[in-house]
């Protein structure tokens, strides 16, 4: 494989050869403060046996230059052996003691070592980011998951600042304006979990301890940190007591004492996703630390990231799986048990139902592309990882074991877990390994379980069929599954009835077992026939629920008059899907919005109702439409502002909604009136995220100026100020502003990744479809040389975001279908990429057509 690129078939011919006893780096990041110096000083000492002596290899390395490579006492000439991205090595031993000393890049994309520099303070940042492959930005290494090793680190920083790694420093020695800090060594862990993180960081401490089952008592060392100038913010009292509850959890149910020493948290600047396991060095995107007021859903989605991170210490740290095909046996379970941990173990209850109407719509979207995969995929090599951090690897698969847990029973799966973890403790597995304890603890044949849901793709559909009498009593109710090969599910079928006051009320539930293409519920004959059939009520099994006549007719009456807020979100969940699926007009989605919205109690629903209103407006809706339905959703949100109790979380929602969606001089003047005081609202405070959000509205309407948005920025030079204003900036309804937006990310590499982002967020905005039509064909014809020359995170941004997504009409469509007919040769992650754009803009055809 050419370039950085690196192959399943490599990385297993190398596994076969090699096996890695341990690292020793060292790290001389004294250069970070000087904005002139681009590279830091990175030696590492690897001792490594061989299968094949006298047999050649290659270790990983991106580095700008390599010093020198000493082999077994012999030196090699760096010109010689290293291209850029390997460093080739002849004449192997069977022990083997290999030196590598070379200069490696500070990064701007997030991958690597990331530098940041805090505009507060003109403090200068570092930490590192690795998964799935960019640990050999920063040592050389053999960069693959099944060569595990242990390691010490050794990193010299300047003076004032701390330095944090996955094991507990050892020794600290001053040497004039640096100090040197030695780590102990870590448990066998895989290269992209190794961490660093460097800087002035602000940390608060505190401790956990547990007595184990044999008397003896765990003590957990933990801290919680972020940047200076953010801790006025920093609620690590929050933070912490998550992080103890899921501890508790975790040792309660895994039956594995925490195997890592201590629990670093460190809240990071510009991180690209949202969370990384690193054991003992968990990193977090700061935007986790609020520095404005966020609704409770904000604060349940941040304990959500903490117990995945955490649940990762086993499913994925401890267990590491061989190769990316089985990416899922650390972030399926992960993202199940994030779930599942919260409701057992701490405030946040509505867990499940977040789960239910987010992380599910997240999958359902990915398992409809014609790109669609497996949960165990087909990793064919690191591009293919890449992309493979999915809603299927994620939200898919933990929908899969939660049906898991309801098919073989919660006390044999966590048994099964418990069984795993003892056996294959700091070692790598496959999907085998972990069925063959299910199997035993659960009795039951996993394989065909297996088969159906973990090793096919595509999402299946469950209607209920209803047969009455004359006297309105069921004869017959089946479960007709269609959407590909039926598979088999554990379902809750819900039976719901009006009451007196005219709640929608469940009188009756029934499970069993949805097999094949029609499943007859033979318990429901006789009932009487209910208002509304809820398949899968309780959200047992992954799969989108549709509606007979009846019980659809009911949902456009009253969907909000269900009571159960997990129900009530099965439901929402459902006719989004409708709509995505131009079953039902965007028009209607909308229309049941407005009318059903202002009585969720939930707030994590509220808000997704939210983001799918706009995108129904924006994608779905017929383009004639579309005015009459902004002025529709606009309306409707000054109105829901206006009712909502002062100060809660759905005013701010609305408030936040108001500014998606305001237009026409009265509204954009309220916007106005709430940044300058001239107009007021009950409870709402306008801090400064919620200032950037006017101001974002306003300038995308064409009602702002760069002067303005440059004192705003003064009044807000920080980090965030500086995103916003970018991103404001390039929202800026002119050709001259989209023209910039353009060209600073396209035609230079200067930007970091956070302002990356932010132009690209600025540039497509939905209304502003003429100013920007003329972009679809230097999008496609940038798209090889981009993929090329960028790293993949900044290039997979690239390609997402600057797609004509908004323009969407048949000559897009055509457009992009004869980019790939031409282009059939081109890399088969972007490709991956572009369909999955195409499929979007596909469906959104669709979509409007249903809807006129």
């Keep these: 494989m050419p370039g ?79 291209d850029g991205t390997r460093v080739r090595l002849d004449g192997l031993a069977e022990r083997n003691e290999l030196t590598v000393v070379a200069d490696c890049a500070y990064s701007r994309t997030g991958e690597g070592l990331h530098r940041f520099v805090d505009p507060v303070d003109g403090e200068t940042y570092l930490y590192t980011h690795y998964e799935p492959a960019d640990a050999r930005r920063v040592f050389a290494n053999f960069e693959q998951p099944d060569l595990k090793a242990r390691y010490v680190f050794t990193v010299t920083a300047p003076a004032a600042w701390d330095v944090y790694n996955n094991a507990v420093h050892t020794a600290v020695e001053a040497d004039g304006s640096a100090r040197t800090w030695t780590f102990a060594e870590t448990q066998p862990i895989s290269t992209y979990l190794t961490a660093v993180v460097a800087g002035p960081y602000h940390v608060v401490r505190d401790h956990y301890s547990r007595e184990l089952p044999d008397g003896t008592v765990l003590e957990i060392p933990l801290a919680a940190t972020c940047r200076r100038s953010l801790a006025p913010y920093f609620d690590a009292d929050e933070i912490l007591t998550v992080t103890k509850q899921g501890l508790d959890f975790f040792h309660d149910e895994f039956d594995y004492p925490y195997p890592f020493g201590k629990y670093d948290q460190c809240f990071v600047p510009e991180y690209n996703i949202g969370a990384m396991e690193n054991p003992g060095c968990v990193t977090f995107r700061e935007e986790f630390v609020f520095r404005s007021k966020v609704t409770d859903a904000a604060y349940e989605g941040r304990a959500n990231v903490i117990l995945h991170e955490m649940a990762h210490m086993w499913f994925g740290d401890l267990v590491t799986m061989k190769w990316w095909d089985d990416l899922w046996l ?267 919205a202002g009585q969720e ?37 000054v109105t829901e502002l206006r009712a909502a109790a002062p100060g809660s979380d759905h005013q701010l929602a609305w408030a936040r909604f108001l500014a998606q969606t305001a237009q026409g001089a009265e509204q954009l003047q309220l916007l106005r009136g709430l940044l300058e005081g001239t107009a007021r609202i009950d409870g709402l405070d306008i801090d400064q995220e919620l200032r950037w959000s006017l101001w974002l509205a306003l300038a995308a309407a064409g009602d702002a100026s760069g002067e303005e948005l440059a004192a705003e920025l003064e009044r807000d030079n920080t980090a965030s100020g500086r995103r916003q204003q970018t991103q404001c900036l390039a929202a800026l309804p002119t050709p001259g502003a989209k023209a910039a937006a353009w060209s600073s990310v396209v035609d230079s590499d200067e930007l970091p990744n956070a302002l990356v982002e932010a132009q690209i967020a600025g540039f497509a905005q939905p209304d502003q479809r003429e100013l920007t039509a003329g972009y679809a064909a230097p999008y496609f014809a940038m798209l090889e040389d981009i993929w090329a020359q960028r790293s993949i995170e900044i290039a997979m941004r690239i390609v997402g975001g600057f797609f004509p997504r908004f323009q969407t009409t048949p000559e897009t469509l055509a457009a992009t279908d004869a980019w790939l007919t031409a282009h059939e040769g081109a890399a088969p992650a972007l490709r991956r990429l572009v369909l999955e754009c195409r499929d979007d803009l596909a469906r959104a055809l669709a979509a409007q057509a249903a809807d006129r």
Excluded at 64 to 72: D, H
Aim: proline content about 4%; glycine content about 8%; hydrophobic content about 40%.
């Design 601 to 637: 109690s939930d707030i994590g629903v509220l808000q997704s109702l939210h983001r799918q209103a706009k995108g129904a407006l924006d994608v779905y809706a017929a383009p004639e439409w579309r005015a009459e339905g902004g002025r529709l959703l606009a309306r409707g949100a």
């Design 330 to 596: 650390k972030e399926s379970f992960a993202d199940f048990m994030g779930s599942f941990s919260q409701i057992e173990a701490t405030r946040y209850r509505s867990a499940w139902i977040t789960f239910a109407n987010q992380r599910k719509a997240w999958a359902y979207r990915q398992d409809q592309f014609p790109t669609t995969h497996p949960i165990t995929a087909d990793i064919r090599d690191l591009e293919d990882a890449k992309l493979n951090f999915d809603g299927i690897t994620y939200a898919k698969g933990a929908s899969v074991l939660k049906q898991l847990v309801a098919y073989v029973g919660r006390d044999a799966f966590f048994e099964g877990a418990r069984r795993y973890f003892k056996k294959h403790a700091f070692g790598n597995t496959v999907l085998g390994d972990l069925l063959d304890v299910l199997e035993e603890t659960s009795g039951r044949d996993l394989k065909t379980w297996a088969a159906a849901w973990l090793q096919t793709s595509g999402v299946n559909s469950l209607t209920p069929q209803l047969l009455t009498d004359g006297e309105g009593r069921i004869t017959e109710l089946a479960i007709l599954q269609d959407g590909g090969e039926p598979r088999p599910h554990r379902v809750a079928i819900g039976l719901y009835d009006r009451t007196a006051d005219g709640a929608l009320v469940r009188s009756d539930r029934i499970e069993l077992d949805v097999t094949g293409a029609r499943t007859v519920v033979a318990e429901a004959a006789g009932r009487p026939r209910p208002a509304l059939v809820l398949v899968n009520d309780d959200d047992l099994t992954y799969c989108k629920i549709r509606f007979d006549e009846v019980s659809l007719a009911t949902l456009r009456e009253g969907l909000g008059d269900i009571t159960d807020p997990l129900a009530r979100a099965l439901a929402w969940s459902a006719v989004w899907n409708l709509t995505r699926d131009a079953l039902m007009p965007a028009r209607d989605y909308i229309g049941l919005v407005l009318r059903f």
């Design 4 to 82: 950085k690129n690196l192959s399943r078939e490599e990385a297993r011919e190398r596994a076969g050869i090699i096996g890695v006893e341990r690292y020793r780096v060292h790290l001389d990041v004294t250069s970070a403060p000087d904005p002139e110096k681009s590279t830091f000083l990175s030696t590492t000492e690897i001792a490594f046996r061989s299968s094949a002596p006298g047999g050649a290899t290659f270790l990983d390395l991106l580095a700008p230059s390599v010093r020198s490579v000493t082999l077994n006492g012999r030196e090699l000439d760096p010109a010689q052996v290293f």
